[in-house]
């Protein structure tokens, strides 16, 4: 008798895995997709007939050394995502723009071949395997809709009063096959919602349709783009350092301009969203703040007198008064985001879980 061992499928499924590759053509993209999408299924099949009874293939069956062959890669080890009845479990794979995203929570891994298979496809980059799920990053203009305002808090409320914004899972308006867990990020300012959330590509159509069903004509999506996680915390948090008004956010990604930038409705103050994400913002631009004539703030203190409601709004006026006033605050906040980073990487590794499990 003999007796195999084989890579430990014994774990305890709290782990996943994700490949991301970067394309310079989002054509290319899409077409690798579907057809990694159609190996997975063909693999899947001939996978379950060898597995049937019991048994543990040495080689990969033929779908996979057909694919080696046309693309110049071997494989290092038999592709499995389980120990058997493997078909309707597939990978995940979704594309948006040039970004293409392979998802799986089985604990296995995808190996080397995946990647030496998407490198000839032709990817400009492929991220080294990681264990955290992949994660949307979502701007759109909200349409005056309760429905979607309802289903927008109901998300927001989910890591609010969380430093740490984790959702386990995040619980969805739209109906998912797999549940994600990580973190999140949410803004929401007069015109522009922003959503950094852990999904699987293959829940990325139902996520589009509830856009659609709201409303929401244009949207971009866009898939494993690290750093909008930071930026869209930051935004929530941004306020206009001069006059504490509300900050309108705008990106290139939906607006006609070079840079991300946050416009302020009180005092019409522009900062660069750079300005937001490492140290106490600054305002870049604030024309009117900065020639304010001194008369005129005399003027306007004398008015404050008479009209104790203007008294606030002419407090903060004077451009060194309220920089001044902003820099204390802002270096607790930097405190408490270092505070809430360091938990963040203490904490494990986040679980992802299949919600249907075979
Ligand atoms: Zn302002």
């Known amino acids: 008798m003999t007796i195999k061992i084989w890579q430990s499928y ?18 290319v ?7 990694l999408a159609a190996f997975f299924s063909a693999h899947a099949k001939q996978m379950d007939v060898l597995t049937e009874d019991g048994d543990f293939p040495e080689e990969n069956p033929a779908a996979a050394q057909d694919l080696a062959k046309q693309y110049g890669f071997s494989w290092n080890e038999v592709l499995s995502w389980g120990d ?5 479990d597939e990978p995940s794979i979704g594309t948006e723009d040039k970004t293409l995203v392979v998802y799986h929570t089985y604990c296995g891994g ?9 490198k000839a496809r032709g990817a400009a ?55 994600s867990y990580g973190r999140a990020a949410f803004f929401r300012d007069p015109k522009t919602v922003g959503m950094w959330f852990p999904i699987a590509p293959t829940d990325l159509p139902a996520f589009k ?11 971009s999506v866009r898939l494993c783009e690290y ?14 350092s001069a006059c504490d008004g509300t900050l309108q956010y705008l990106d290139p990604r939906l607006h006609d301009i070079d840079s991300e930038q946050l416009a302020c409705l009180g005092c019409g103050g522009m900062y660069d969203l750079t300005t937001f994400l490492n140290q106490p913002p600054k305002p870049v631009v604030a024309k009117k703040l900065v020639v304010a004539p001194k008369a005129k703030a005399k003027a306007k203190k004398a008015k404050a007198k008479a009209k104790p409601a203007a008294k606030a709004k002419a407090k903060a006026k004077p451009a060194a ?32 879980k299949p919600k249907k499990k075979r």
């Open 321 to 352: 008064k309220a920089k001044a006033k902003a820099k204390p605050a802002a270096k607790v906040k930097a405190k408490a985001k270092a505070k809430a980073k360091v938990k963040a990487k203490a904490k494990a590794a986040p679980k992802a």
């Open 110 to 118: 995808f190996g080397e071949a995946i990647p030496a298979y998407l």
């Open 84 to 88: 058997e009845m493997l078909e309707g």
């Open 29 to 35: 993209a899409r077409e690798t997709a579907t057809e």
């Open 10 to 27: 014994s774990c305890n499924n709290s782990s996943s895995y994700r490949l991301v590759a970067r394309f310079a053509d989002p054509n």
């Open 209 to 219: 349709a509830w856009l659609a069903e709201h409303g929401v004509q244009k949207a």
């Open 227 to 240: 750093d909008d996680e930071k930026k869209f915390v930051a935004i929530a948090g941004a306020k206009c």
């Open 125 to 179: 980059e492929v991220e080294p395997e990681d264990r955290h799920p992949p994660t949307a990053s979502v701007l759109f203009e909200a349409p005056a809709s309760a429905a979607l305002d309802e289903d927008l808090a109901s998300m927001f409320s989910q890591i609010a009063d969380r430093p740490e914004r984790e959702v386990e899972p995040l619980k969805t308006p739209w109906e998912t096959r797999w549940e």
